[in-house]
């Protein structure tokens, strides 16, 4: 560990507690501003330094926080989009502990305002000032401050991919000292001259398919040396990343998890889907009671279309979009005639189909009505989805709920998605929608099954309004 990482990492804790005071004060000025009081005098006496003394004290509380969220891990690198999430979910959690405590003082502050900037302003404050240390970080790296000598052991895809990485991104931090195929007498002797001139940190051992004894003997080797090991994973260790190591009579047992969604995690997403999809079904009532106006009056046939999915572990359900066919085009039980509305359909997939694999995309639908045009391209039809999420067969955030006829198609690899319940929107589509190939669909689904968070949800969320307003991928 450089002492330059560990200097960054407490150096955040300061950082973070001074833009979360700022965030605080910022909010308090801009409320009793002599402008925003001419616009809306304040209903409650505050004081400041009463202000200023809560603050202080709900900023420590958010430090505990975020230290919980993995905020103040050293020597972890990542992307700043992952931060920034993580970030968001932290001052999140923060901002609903002190609505907690203004509820239980009711007297003594009564402004949603100074809530809701406080926390978009803590946000940004709090991620200006990681992206400051960033900047100080890099230019120190420039200087040979905190870089990692790394040795790499190996052949092959892997070893080139971390030397190739290494050279192109230096801001990562490591130099590349020496790369040996492998691990014989002459390497050790070569390592552990480098180690006596201190011109090594780290080992980097990225042979395919290398033997448990060939990683314990490297393993020993760089332990009497001081020196860490990482190596790369064969594929088999990647695709399973979640283990619980439990004991039985003595004998360790190791189960292989499908999703971090098991235990308290599920419970704390479905608390979170019930409580955010009746505030969207509140926030957007005015949006679905025209759309179902515009629905019933345009075109005859029922107004909320029932289509069946194929949910978690598998299980047929139906899902709720507002209809934006023609009825005698729509398949399902509601409808008469879903033989040959099928077949036309199987035709315009062969004829206008733009997406390859199991599930289709058609462009320019000639089955839509004007008004399901405009809804899809919107997204207003999937609305109805937030009662799916209160029945309790959706949630807010997951892969999509592909059709039967579709998942019949899917390889093994595939069914990873169907080990969590199917939501309304998912990293997929925040990150291109319909236009992305269905490999890297699954692949990013797979991902959020494997590391899902709260934080990760919500950064979902606050990105989903942005992929809609582009309206790319919608069909």
Not at 82 to 103: K, S
Not at 203 to 223: C, D, P, Q, V
Not at 305 to 326: A, P, Q, S
Request: proline content about 4%; aromatic content about 14%; glycine content about 6%.
């Amino acid at each position: 560990m450089k002492r330059s990482e560990i200097f960054f990492s407490i150096a955040q804790i300061p950082f973070d507690f001074a833009a979360i005071i700022l965030a605080a004060l910022a909010a308090y000025f801009v409320r009793f501003s002599g402008y925003a009081l001419t616009i809306r005098p304040a209903t409650s006496a505050l004081s400041f330094p009463q202000y200023i003394n809560a603050a202080m004290i709900i900023s420590l509380a958010w430090i505990f926080i975020f230290a919980a969220y993995g905020l103040y891990a050293i020597g972890r690198s990542r992307r700043l989009l992952d931060e920034l999430g993580r970030i968001i979910g932290a001052c999140t959690f923060g901002i609903m502990l002190a609505v907690l405590v203004i509820f239980f003082n009711r007297e003594f502050f009564a402004s949603r305002f100074i809530v809701l900037a406080a926390w978009g302003l803590a946000i940004f404050f709090v991620f200006f000032g990681r992206v400051i240390l960033r900047i100080l970080r890099r230019l120190l790296l420039k200087f040979e401050v905190g870089v990692h000598r790394v040795v790499i052991i190996g052949s092959g895809k892997n070893a080139e991919a971390l030397v190739r990485e290494f050279a192109l991104h230096p801001s990562l931090g490591f130099r590349v000292e020496k790369v040996f195929v492998d691990f014989f007498d002459e390497v050790q002797a070569e390592i552990l001259k480098l180690r006596e001139d201190d011109k090594i940190d780290e080992i980097f051992f990225a042979k395919i398919g290398a033997s448990r004894t060939e990683i314990s003997e490297l393993n020993n080797f760089t332990a009497d040396l001081h020196l860490p090991l990482k190596y790369t994973s064969d594929p088999y260790a990647a695709e399973i990343p979640l283990t619980d190591i439990t004991s039985v009579a003595g004998v360790p047992v190791v189960e292989i998890k499908k999703t971090r969604l098991e235990g308290w995690g599920k419970i704390y997403k479905r608390l979170f889907d019930v409580v955010f999809s009746i505030l969207f079904i509140i926030l957007f009532s005015p949006i679905l009671i025209l759309a179902v106006f515009l629905v019933k009056i345009t075109s005859r046939g029922p107004v909320i279309f029932l289509n069946e999915r194929i949910g978690e572990d598998g299980k047929i359900f139906n899902l709720f979009k507002f209809r934006t066919m023609y009825a005698k085009h729509s398949i399902g039980k509601q409808f008469a005639g879903s033989a040959e509305a099928l077949a036309f359909e199987q035709n315009l997939i062969r004829e206008r189909g733009i997406k390859a694999g199991p599930v289709y995309k058609i462009k320019n639908d000639p089955r839509l009505t004007p008004v399901g045009k405009f809804l899809r391209r919107t997204s207003i039809d999937e609305l109805p989805q937030f009662f799916n999420v209160l029945l309790g067969n959706m949630s807010l955030v997951g892969p999509r709920p592909h059709q039967l006829r579709e998942v019949e198609k899917y390889e093994r690899r595939h069914l990873k998605v169907l080990d969590i319940k199917p939501g309304i929107t998912g990293i997929a589509q925040v990150s291109g929608r319909a236009d992305l190939d269905f490999e890297d669909e699954v692949r990013l689904d797979t991902y959020y099954v494997e590391n899902w968070s709260l934080a990760l949800d919500l950064y979902i969320l606050l990105k989903t309004p942005i992929a809609v307003l582009k309206g790319k991928g919608t069909y």
